[in-house]
């Protein structure tokens, strides 16, 4: 059918697809069109330098160039950069890609400058990220719009925009980036930073760089048969799915009325249709791609209107707009869009997503949908029917949550923006259009609220100054509402009013009130959301206002008429001499695989090829906290191709209990849940994609348990925690708060965080018969306890298993014991089946299930004198470990032995306990506890100089530790280099000066506040577990002199074995080139100790230094009997044949005093590293925006072993931890906090949602210094350990966020100490600076149902009955009464953003179904109760001054009756509880149509209603009847 109709439209259709890569041809007869571009890369052309870091498009490790020829005639080449886990393989007929390894390699030695300097600036620490940000800057210097004559830094720093490194900072890879911008004389030099120290600044390395003469880099020249490549229509029969490529639009039209509706779906960008067939798992049998169709391409501007084709792209549109923009002629159109778009998702995206995806994807929260529906957009539609076109305002486009007006066979062609210079009422009227967004971060963030708003004024006499009469206004807002909502009603109550501060008082009242979200909104933050509505229309006032007039502006209010400019950033560092004595240790050498993982040549686990007969595998995740598994149904899981083997904890042959120090945990988990993500059991498949299919088609009938716990607030509540309380003790507390003069009491409460390792946690075991040895590769800090937990599981000795891990794309603590648990499954596995085994995590699963860092309540009782000095510290901490110990005490331990951070409280008891929950096991992160304690400190800090009106400085310098002072675990502070760094801090970085510029600063701008502060960290270096401070190596030397060790270390980034290989060198005393260290491998040094507690260089260090001087003593000997000076290779052949041993083992074990005694309040560090860190910030306080103006760095690292490794630690530290303290927030689904998403589910479990610190968010001025003079004797070479220490620096970006809000909120009245939790993101900041508009925001009694009431759970008599019903939703939206059946499964419901819904059957037998919007949130669930949640946003429109919810609900049972009166009775004891005036509830049987007709029945409500029963249950009665219902109310 489909071929008759290509045929007859266009003849020459093609069945496989011709594209290039890296110069090289390749023809597809076999592509399958759900095949990604990075899979094939991966898969079938072993190209494996793009990685997989996401697979949602938003990390950028998998970015590729793809190069096309736009204009046959000319040869106008377009080059872009790409999301290759987005685009579709199908995508790139006629196209020729550029991957990493195009660029240049190792092996060839022709590395292109983009690699090689990223490299050598030390812009590559675990190298996951780096082949993506090679292709980055690549793309931006290659790019036909950035010719590299005028490539500016503003275009390289912009360039990054889609890529995230959580290892580096940035600074570094910006620095490298810019060697190719032209204007680096802007650029501060050494002069003006007026250091007389040995400085090197951005400047200097980049000019270094560009006087360097790179060989001319190898160039992959466009394929010349591309350049005469005439797209075709393509057609492509893959095995499930089909793929059509119309190029013209009659044959798009013909194609799309043949398959309408969900028999086809059109893709362009396929950035949001990838999203959802791989997390929603959304089929669709075919795909017909857009991107060849001519007419959906044009970009016109005629007198009346902008013409902008639905598939341009926003790259494209963006540059058109610019072109374009004229505020006289566009009334701020094209200014209002450009701006949208340069913060709309990455370049990545931005290169492929199209105009018409975006506004037919009709999410709530687009940013570009407001402004052109405030611009008054038309949408072109088309469909082939007799040539059907018509023309539809985008103003009654959206119909409710994602659905369009749009008929099944329409498509989108072109958006008709009207220009105001033709439309407006009359010639001396002026017309504004102005957008708005804020998100929780600048660089690709979906906006938590974005707005268009647009007003058309009217001069009007006045005898002493012009005024403005508003003639009509169009405030259009995502964000806030089930779709792109106009505030219709504040419009209209605003035309014929003046243009002045109380009409828009007037018009946030107004709105708020006409957008009243609740605690069940989707995404949360309601408060926050309003607020965010007032703030954008004050704003677009002062704008409006300062382009009328200037003059009648506050000058102190200008600075927020306009967006923030950010400026380039830059940095300086600042290293002492290096001792004279060591000739290799000290130096900065480059990461021993900084090359490599430029060119991608460095392999990762995943990058590993398969032997034969290798299964890949997929775990099978509870999908219920505390539940009992009552049956595993395999029967849909086995039928998939390929499947070979479902494992659970019944094969297990040794022991199913493991864990890192206590065995509290299942392998496998044999009855009870402990957290949703626990591992129930691994299907094991020939392909990956089998395997993960499989998976999911796993069914489990659960039996829910209670409680459910997931807070630390629930475990308090419950009494659930894990071990006894810890207790430390100093001096008499009680005594001390007794006599104290002042006594301050608060509670504080600090996040956790995700590790977000670029590279997810993936492994490889290989058994074998021979010996019942099983190898594992596995990225992990902790190959000892991975091979010891698989042995115990597996029942075998320790010495069948061997642990390999070459190199880790990042673990920050993430891998120390939460790696083990799937790699000791998939070791099961691999037994039970005789087959080699792989598995690579993906990101929201690895997100899900392994753990973060423990969030904590802290609270604390102070006692201080009059002038600030402490006198005595009561603390309490709980931590929220999860479901078992793991780590727990250990974090919680150093948590306790941090809360002195450098000050002396004299009396002081610690108290701590582990809070038990129903959550994946916390676990290590950088730090460990330290920041979570140390914070709590600093807040005790603020909270008393805030008290006393003092400057936090003199809290901190008046209680400061001096040399010899014991801390409260009484260890005597030496070497205590603290007050010595804050004063040389203080100098450098001109504080005091700049306080007082800050001060003025904040006197002359209303709106925007800046803040400073200095903080100080020490942080104890040694393992509190004592036998764990023990550290082995191996060193070899061969014949030819090459030298080869292997330590216990691993090298997750952090330069480990770089610095190995500088001690090794330096201690045999030969060429550092000549040293190399392959793996860590526990067959080559036994029993590590894990790769955590910054010490891996001391203990590593020293082991090979060890085993390095026995060999050197050795030939020395051999030496000594020459009387020349032997070369290196000589002299190693002399020993050689002299029958020397060329190999010698080390051993290390820290020097006691060491360890804790928490019995006896004893413990003792190795020592302590010390920093200090300021931090200046500009903060828009009507947002919660920010940035960091500039930080200083002063650190303690003892004598560097590398200067540029500790520095990149430091920065990449600093970085981490700001982003802990201001950015980076988990969300679970919890009964209290997070009610809009699924309970004991994380919501936050990708790069979508958790949000890093990314490249826009560096310090704007970013310097660096390594303390002088601070030999540390306790560790190698005089170094002090460095890897944990700078985190907690960053939370100065909080106190000084915390500081320029204290600024504003004594600018409107309040003053006072004012508690604030972390992390301090834009919601908590913005709402933290309480005015006006936050008041509005946060009416008590607001009339929206407030879903705080406790609803017991309704226990129904079957479960199975309730697993059976399922529930249409009905909603009102723009009085249109639409009704849709919405049909969720339990899997559906755990991604839980709004973004995961799916308007589709699912499961006949799923366990939960669940509906959000911001209308109405309905979720059964299937055993305990149904819980049910109701929310309603637009009353207006159901009642004037009422609450109302329709819930219609229908059952397929035979029997339902007792289902649906169980769900009847539910719902009616929640509308008691809830106080919803209105309700109604239609029900019937969809199976045998048996209540008809349909009983309706109304409760709860004061003011009852009537109205006419449903008739019939066909959809179209329902639909007719229902809009009847509506008319009564
Ligand atoms: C990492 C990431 C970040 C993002 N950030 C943002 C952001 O900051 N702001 C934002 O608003 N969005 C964001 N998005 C969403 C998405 O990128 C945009 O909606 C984008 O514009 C979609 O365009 P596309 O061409 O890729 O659409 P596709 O995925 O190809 O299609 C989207 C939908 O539109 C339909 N469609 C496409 N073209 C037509 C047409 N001409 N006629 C009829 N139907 C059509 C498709 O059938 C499909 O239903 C982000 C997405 C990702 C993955
Ligand atoms: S893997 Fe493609 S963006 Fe993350
Ligand atoms: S180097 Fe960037 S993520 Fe590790």
New binding site residues.
């Given amino acids: 059918m489909v071929k008759e109709i290509t045929q007859q439209v266009i003849p020459p259709t093609i069945d496989y697809l011709l594209f290039y890569v890296n110069g090289k041809q390749v023809i597809e007869h076999n592509a399958e069109p759900d095949w990604t571009l990075l899979w094939y890369l991966r898969n079938k052309l072993n190209l494996t330098g793009s990685k997989l870091g996401c697979g949602?498009?938003?990390c950028g490790a998998c970015t590729v160039l793809i190069s096309q020829c736009i204009n046959r005639h000319t040869g106008h080449l377009e080059h872009r950069t790409v999301n290759a886990c987005?685009a579709p393989l199908c995508s790139v007929d006629g196209c020729h890609i550029i991957t990493v390894e195009g660029l240049g390699s190792v092996a060839k030695s022709n590395l292109h400058p983009a690699q090689s300097r990223l490299a050598e600036m030390y812009g590559s620490q675990c190298g996951f990220c780096t082949p993506g940000i090679v292709m980055s800057l690549y793309g931006t210097v290659t790019s036909s719009n950035h010719p590299h004559s005028s490539l500016t830094m503003l275009d390289i720093e912009e360039a990054f925009d889609g890529n995230l490194c959580r290892c580096t900072g940035y600074r570094p890879i910006l620095d490298a980036a810019k060697t190719f911008a032209k204007d680096l004389s802007q650029l501060p030099c050494k002069d003006s930073l007026k250091s007389s120290k040995p400085t090197t600044t951005t400047l200097d390395k980049c000019l270094s760089f560009v006087k360097k003469i790179d060989k001319e880099p190898h160039q992959i020249e466009f394929p010349d048969e591309l350049r005469q490549h005439i797209a075709q229509s393509i057609f492509i029969k893959g095995s499930l799915i089909e793929w059509y490529r119309p190029v013209t639009l009659n044959e798009l039209l013909q194609l799309r009325s043949t398959y309408p509706g969900s028999a086809s779906?059109?893709?362009?960008?396929?950035?949001?249709?990838?999203?959802e067939t791989k997390f929603k798992r959304l089929k669709y049998p075919r795909f017909i791609s857009?991107t060849h169709i001519e007419e959906?391409q044009q970009l016109k501007r005629t007198p009346t209107s902008l013409v902008l084709g639905?598939?341009v792209t926003?790259t494209r549109l963006h540059e058109k707009l610019t072109e374009w923009n004229d505020q006289k002629l566009d009334g701020g159109i094209c200014q209002a869009l450009t701006d949208q778009l340069k913060y709309?998702?990455?370049t990545q995206?931005r290169n492929?997503?199209?105009?018409?995806?975006?506004i037919?994807?009709a999410?709530p929260?687009?940013?570009?949908n407001p402004v052109l529906q405030a611009a008054n957009a038309l949408l072109e539609l088309h469909r082939a029917e007799a040539n059907s076109i018509r023309l539809v305002p985008l103003r009654d486009f959206f119909l409710s949550y994602r659905r369009v007006a749009?008929t099944d066979d329409?498509?989108?062609?072109n958006i008709h923006i009207p220009l105001p210079s033709a439309s407006l009422s009359s010639p001396s009227n002026r017309t504004f259009l102005r957008s708005y967004k804020q998100a929780r971060r600048r660089d690709?963030?979906?906006?938590i609220v974005s707005s268009g708003l647009q007003v058309e004024l009217e001069p009007i006499e006045s005898t002493d100054k012009q005024q403005w009469r508003i003639v009509c206004a169009h405030f259009s807002f995502g964000g806030m509402g089930p779709t792109t909502i106009l505030a219709k009603n504040t419009q209209q109550e605003l035309i014929g009013q003046l243009w002045t501060k109380s009409t828009i008082d007037k018009a946030c009242e107004l709105a708020v009130k006409e957008m009243p979200l609740n605690d069940m909104t989707p995404g949360g933050q309601p408060e926050y959301r309003r607020t965010l509505v007032q703030s954008f229309l004050f704003k677009f006032y002062v704008y409006v206002c300062s382009e009328l007039n200037k003059e009648s502006v506050d000058s102190k209010e200008l600075s927020i008429a306009h967006p923030y400019h950010r400026p380039v950033s830059h940095g300086q560092q600042i290293i002492p001499e290096r001792p004279t004595s060591q000739k290799v240790v000290g130096t900065s050498l480059p990461h021993r695989s900084a090359y490599l993982q430029t060119t991608g040549e460095a392999k990762y686990i995943d990058d590993m090829p398969s032997l034969a007969h290798t299964l890949h595998a997929a775990l099978v995740l509870a999908t219920q906290p505390n539940a009992r598994i009552k049956n595993i149904d395999l029967g849909a899981a086995s039928k998939v191709p390929g499947f070979v083997s479902f494992v659970n904890h019944q094969d297990v042959p040794g022991d199913n209990m493991t864990g890192d120090v206590v065995h509290d945990e299942e392998v496998f988990v044999s009855s009870i849940t402990p957290c949703v993500g626990a591992v129930i059991g691994i299907v094991l498949c020939e392909t990956e994609r089998a395997a993960h299919a499989a998976a999911h088609l796993v069914q489990i009938e659960y039996e829910l348990l209670t409680p459910t716990i997931y807070t630390i607030d629930d475990a308090i509540q419950h009494q659930s925690y894990i071990g006894e309380e810890r207790c430390l003790n100093q001096g008499d507390i009680e005594k001390a708060l007794a006599e104290a003069e002042n006594i301050l009491e608060d509670t504080i409460v600090i996040g956790g965080q995700e590790h977000f390792y670029l590279e997810t946690n993936c492994c490889m075991v290989i058994p074998s018969n021979d010996d019942k040895e099983i190898t594992l590769y596995s990225s992990t800090q902790n190959p000892s306890k991975t091979q010891e937990l698989t042995a115990l599981a597996l029942g075998c000795d320790v010495s069948h298993v061997q642990c390999h891990v070459k190199r880790m794309g990042g673990g920050f603590g993430g891998k120390e014991s939460r790696s083990i648990a799937p790699c000791v499954a998939l070791a099961v596995a691999a037994v039970k089946v005789g087959r080699p085994v792989r598995m690579n995590i993906e990101r929201d699963v690895d997100m899900s299930i392994t753990g973060q860092r423990h969030p904590f309540k802290i609270h604390y009782k102070v006692g201080f004198t009059n002038q600030g000095e402490f006198t005595a510290l009561d603390i309490r901490l709980w931590s929220n470990a999860g479901c078992s110990f793991d780590l727990s005490m250990a974090v919680l331990e150093r948590a306790m032995l941090h809360v002195d951070n450098t000050y002396r409280f004299q009396n002081v008891r610690v108290r701590g306990r582990l809070c038990k929950t129903h959550l994946p096991s916390n676990t290590a992160f950088r730090g460990f506890g330290g920041p979570q304690g140390l914070f709590g400190c600093e807040t005790i800090v603020d909270h008393i100089a805030t008290h006393l009106k003092l400057d936090p400085l003199v809290i901190r310098r008046l209680n400061m530790y001096r040399e010899g002072d014991i801390t409260h675990f009484k260890q005597p502070l030496e070497r205590w280099n603290i007050p010595r760094l804050m004063d040389e801090l203080l100098i450098s970085s001109d504080f005091n000066q700049r306080q007082k510029s800050i001060e003025e600063y904040n006197k002359l701008h209303t709106y925007r506040k800046r803040g400073i502060t200095i903080l100080p960290t020490k942080f104890g270096i040694a393992f509190t577990a004592k036998f764990l401070n023990q550290a082995g190596a191996l060193v070899h030397i061969y014949k030819d002199g090459s030298v080869l060790v292997s330590h216990g270390g691993t090298e997750m980034g952090q330069g480990l074995h770089t610095k190995m290989i500088s001690v090794a060198a330096e201690a045999l005393s030969c060429d550092v080139d000549r040293v190399r260290i392959s793996e860590t491998a526990t067959d080559k040094v036994p029993n590590t100790s894990p790769t955590a507690a910054s010490a891996s260089s001391d203990l590593n260090g020293m082991a090979i230094r060890i085993a390095c001087e026995e060999i050197r003593e050795r030939l020395n000997k051999v030496a000594a009997n020459y009387n020349t000076n032997l070369s290196w290779e000589d002299l190693i052949k002399k020993a050689y044949f002299s029958r020397i041993s060329l190999s010698a083992q080390g051993f290390y074990a820290t020097p006691e005093p060491l360890g804790a005694d928490f019995a006896n309040n004893e413990v003792h560090f190795n020592y302590f590293t010390q920093g200090a860190a300021v931090s200046e910030v500009e903060l828009d306080t009507l947002t919660g925006d920010w940035h960091i103006l500039r930080a200083d760095i002063l650190m303690d690292v003892g004598t560097s072993l590398n200067p540029q490794i500790d520095i990149g630690q430091i920065e990449g530290a600093f970085v981490q931890g700001y982003g802990l303290f201001t950015m980076e927030e988990l969300i679970w689904g919890d009964q209290t906090q997070h009610k809009w998403t699924k309970p004991g589910a994380l919501f936050t479990r990708g790069p979508?949602t958790y949000k890093i610190p990314s490249f826009n968010d560096v310090p704007l001025d970013m310097r660096v210094e390594l303390l002088s003079d601070a030999p540390n004797p306790l560790a190698i070479y005089s170094s002090k350990a460095i890897g944990e220490p700078p985190l907690f620096l960053g939370a100065s970006v909080f106190f000084a966020l915390k500081n320029a809000c204290m600024a504003y909120r004594e600018q409107q009245g309040y003053t006072g100490y004012f508690p604030l939790n972390s992390p301090a993101t834009v919601e908590r900041l913005r709402m933290a600076c309480t005015d006006e508009f936050t008041e509005r925001a946060c009416v008590q009694n607001h009339e929206q149902f407030q879903a705080k009431v406790k609803i017991k759970p309704f226990i129904p008599k079957s479960n199975k009955m309730v697993r059976q019903l399922t529930v249409h939703l009905c909603q009102i939206s723009n009085n249109i009464f639409s009704h849709s059946t919405i049909w969720y499964d339990d899997e559906t419901f755990c991604n839980g953003a709004p973004s995961m819904l799916v308007y589709q059957w699912t499961s006949n037998s799923s366990l939960s179904l669940f509906h959000m919007d911001n209308n109405i949130g309905f979720q059964l669930d299937k055993s305990k109760s149904i819980v049910l949640s109701v929310t309603y946003a637009e009353e207006r429109q159901l009642s004037k001054d009422g609450t109302g919810v329709i819930v219609y609900i229908s059952t397929i049972t035979d029997n339902d009756e007792v289902v649906v009166n169980m769900a009847i009775a539910y719902i009616q004891a929640l509308i008691k509880q809830a106080h919803i005036k209105y309700l109604m509830v239609f029900v019937e049987n969809t199976k045998k149509r048996l209540v008809d007709p349909v009983t309706p029945i109304i409760t709860g409500s004061t003011e009852m209603g009537t109205f006419t029963p449903l008739q019939k249950n066909d959809d179209e009665h329902i639909k007719a009847n229902e809009i009847n219902m509506c008319c009564l109310f």
């Fill in positions: 949602e498009g938003g987005l779906k059109l893709i362009f960008g396929n950035t949001e249709v990838q999203i857009i959906l639905a598939g926003l709309f998702a990455s995206i492929v997503a199209s105009l018409g995806g975006n037919v994807n999410s929260i687009s940013d570009v749009m329409e498509v989108l062609v690709d963030d979906i906006g979508g």
